[in-house]
Structures are given as structure tokens and as C-alpha cells.
């Protein structure tokens, strides 16, 4: 018997995500403000605005949508962001976020999934029922407990962090990637910020 999977929270808050970009984005226009800064919004309002600003090596989006920065390490940030930002694709762009900012946040549903999964994969019948019934006192919300948790059961926590990206960081990676699906290639003045 096939089981449909049940969507993660890291899947389902990527795609809300997407989807309040899609709805909020699509009156936005862009407008070049000088090289290297380009900003976004509905003409006429300054809601959901925001501002992609490029610069050697670095690269922000900063408005009324929320802050975020890449830091490639690469001469033109620009040349970078157009081969890497794609709405369902996070891991390497996430790899180089700035850690001055804010991204991730520690999350009581993924520590339940991540504890879910744990008791699913035990294989001892023994085990497994202590660990239902460890997790059944164990209060999510509180990650010290979920750690408390995962420590009493699991030698290894790699992978088992119970962290998520913000619905923030998230939402302003998605303008990221709208701006870049949306800035012409065939404008002038992109080309020329593209080859410099």
C-alpha cells in the first residue's frame, strides 16, 4: 500500500513563500536607481517594496519585505545570483547567507518530525516504546527539552538540528529570485552591470 507523504514544514513554509511572492509580486515593476542598485515595487505604493542592491562580492535585498545578504565571494555578486537563484532551490544559495543576519529560527514542528522519524526508524521494540513514551513528555516548544531528547536516544545530531528558515528570510529570497526572472537581459543597463 502506497502511503502519500505528508508535505514537511520546511516544504510547506517555502511554499507559502512562493506563493505571497507570486500574489505580491506581480504588479511590481523594476526601476535601476544607479548602477548596482535596482528597486522593486508597485508604482504608486511602497508596499511589499524592496531593494537588490550588488556590489563585489556581496549581495542584499532590503525593503519593506525584510533584509537579507549573500556573500559569494565573488567578483561580480550579479553574474553569480543569475546562475544560482531558482524559487525551489535554497541549499548552496543558503550556504552563503551572511551570518549577521538573522535566517533560521528553531522550530517545534520540525523537531517533531525530526522525533517522529527518529521513533519510526528505531528497529528495538524496547527502545522504541521508551522513546514514545519520553516523547510524550517532552514539550516541543521548548528546544532544551527537544535537545534533552535527542540526546538521550541519538549519538550523532548531525542532521537533527530542529532549525527552519524564517517565513521572512524565505519570502525575501523569493523576491531575490523574482527580481531575477524579471530584470530583462535584452536592458541595457543590466547587460552593462552583467559584464562589469
Not at 5 to 15: C, G, M, P
Not at 57 to 71: Q, R
Not at 72 to 88: H, I, N, T
Amino acid at each position: 500500500m502506497n502511503r502519500v507523504q505528508e508535505e514537511s514544514f520546511a516544504a510547506k513554509r517555502l511554499r507559502q513563500a512562493q506563493e505571497y511572492a507570486r500574489k505580491d509580486f506581480e504588479t511590481h515593476t523594476i526601476t535601476r536607481v544607479r548602477f548596482g542598485v535596482w528597486r522593486c515595487a508597485t508604482p504608486g505604493t511602497l508596499i511589499n517594496h524592496f531593494y537588490v542592491t550588488f556590489s563585489p562580492g556581496a549581495l542584499m535585498v532590503h525593503g519593506d519585505i525584510g533584509e537579507i545578504m549573500f556573500v559569494p565571494r565573488k567578483p561580480s555578486a550579479l553574474r553569480w545570483a543569475k546562475g544560482v537563484f531558482r524559487p525551489d532551490y535554497i541549499e548552496y544559495p543558503f550556504q552563503k547567507l551572511s551570518r549577521q543576519i538573522k535566517a533560521d529560527e528553531y522550530s517545534k514542528e520540525v523537531a517533531c518530525e525530526n522525533a517522529e522519524y527518529l521513533i519510526g526508524e528505531e528497529e528495538d521494540p524496547k527502545i522504541k516504546a521508551e522513546m514514545k513514551e519520553v516523547w510524550d513528555f517532552t514539550d516541543p516548544e521548548n528546544s532544551s527539552d527537544y535537545y534533552e531528547f535527542i540526546g538521550q536516544f541519538c549519538d550523532d545530531y548531525d542532521g537533527l538540528a530542529a532549525r527552519a528558515w524564517t517565513f521572512r528570510t524565505l519570502l525575501v529570497y523569493q523576491a531575490l529570485c523574482w527580481f531575477m526572472q524579471h530584470v530583462s537581459s535584452k536592458d541595457e543597463r543590466f547587460k552593462e552591470e552583467l559584464a562589469s
